[in-house]
C-alpha cells in the first residue's frame, strides 16, 4: 500500500485523464496508488482507470464538479474502509498540468517539514502569489484556489463528516454545485483546528483552461463564460444562505481570522505568515 491516494476527476475526457493518470503510474508508481472518479461521463467516453463511475441521472446531466467529486471518492474509500490506508490525498482535476520533474515526492518532503500544514498547494508560474514567497520556498496562506491539493489524512479527519459519509457532505458541502468558495471554508475550517494551509514553490502546476474554453460541448457541461457566471452567482447564494456573507472577501476574512489565530497559537511558524 503506498502513502498517498492521487484521485482523479474526470467527465468525459479520457485521453487527458489517461495521459494525467498514467505519468503518476509511470514516474511515481511507488509513492502512489491512482483512482478515478467518472463525473457522470458518456459511458463511451470513460478514462481507461475509472475507479468509480458517477451514472446516476443527476450526475449524468450535470456532473458532480469538484466538491461532490471528490467526496465521492473519499466515501467510497471510507465506507470499503480503506481511507485510512493512506496518509495523504492528492486531488486532481484533469486540466491540471506538471512539467516532467517529481512531483509527489517534492511535496511529501515539503510536508515532512511542515507538520502542522494540512493542505499543500503546488505554486503556478502565472499566480500573483509567488511574490509573496520572496526567499522562501513554502508560506502559509488564508486563501488558495488550485486544481491540487495534496491533503493530509489527519487534517481531513479532523473535519469530515462520518455521519454522512456521501457524495454530498463527507467534506465538501456538496450544496455549493460549483464549489465557489469551497477552498475558503476547507481552509478555514483547518485553521480552526489548528492546521495550516500552504502554498510551495518545490513544484509548479497549471490548468489548462483550453479543454474548458474549446472543449465545453465534449465535456457536456456549461461554456467557459456560462460556467464562470453561475459558478459565482449560485456561489454567492450559497454563501449568503450558509453565513450570511455577501461577498467573498468577507468570506476570506472569515478564513483570515482563524489564519492569525494559528500564528498566536503556534509562533514557531510565524516565518511563514504572509
Known amino acids: 500500500m503506498n502513502r498517498v491516494a492521487t484521485i482523479i476527476l474526470n467527465r468525459n475526457l479520457p485521453a ?3 495521459r494525467l493518470a498514467g505519468r503518476f ?3 511515481e508508481s511507488d509513492l502512489t496508488d491512482v483512482f478515478v472518479v467518472e463525473s457522470g461521463s458518456q459511458a463511451d467516453n470513460l478514462s481507461q482507470y475509472c475507479t468509480w463511475y458517477a451514472n446516476w441521472p443527476d450526475a449524468v446531466e450535470h456532473g458532480l ?3 461532490r467529486g471528490f467526496n465521492y471518492a473519499f466515501a467510497e474509500l471510507y465506507k470499503a474502509g480503506r481511507f485510512a490506508n493512506y496518509d495523504y490525498y492528492f486531488t486532481l482535476t484533469n486540466d491540471t498540468e ?3 520533474e517529481p512531483v509527489l515526492a517534492k511535496l511529501l518532503d515539503v510536508l515532512e517539514n511542515h507538520p502542522r500544514v494540512g493542505i499543500l498547494s503546488p505554486c503556478s508560474h502565472s499566480w500573483g502569489e509567488k511574490q509573496l514567497l520572496h526567499d522562501k520556498q513554502t508560506k502559509y496562506f488564508w486563501y488558495v484556489h488550485n486544481t491540487a ?3 493530509r489524512r489527519q487534517y481531513i479527519e479532523s473535519i469530515m463528516d462520518t455521519d454522512n459519509p456521501d457524495y454530498m457532505g463527507i467534506l465538501y458541502d456538496g450544496s455549493n454545485f460549483r464549489g465557489y468558495g469551497a477552498e475558503t471554508e476547507l481552509i478555514a475550517k483547518g485553521y480552526a483546528n489548528d492546521w ?3 502554498i510551495t514553490t518545490a ?3 497549471e490548468e489548462n483552461e483550453s479543454h474548458l474554453l474549446n472543449r465545453a460541448d465534449l465535456i457536456k457541461t456549461d461554456s467557459y463564460d456560462m460556467n464562470l457566471k453561475l459558478y459565482v452567482e449560485e456561489g454567492q447564494r450559497w454563501m449568503r444562505k450558509k453565513y450570511g456573507f455577501n461577498s467573498r472577501w468577507t468570506m476570506q476574512l472569515y478564513a483570515k481570522f482563524f489564519y492569525e489565530n494559528f500564528f498566536e ?3 514557531e511558524y510565524l516565518e511563514f505568515k504572509i
Do not use: E, H, Q
Open 65 to 67: 464538479r469538484v466538491p
Open 265 to 267: 497559537i503556534n509562533p
Open 98 to 100: 506538471f512539467g516532467d
Open 149 to 151: 491539493y495534496l491533503m
Open 16 to 18: 487527458v485523464t489517461d
Open 196 to 198: 495550516a494551509t500552504a
Open 25 to 27: 503510474l509511470s514516474k
Open 203 to 205: 513544484v509548479w502546476s
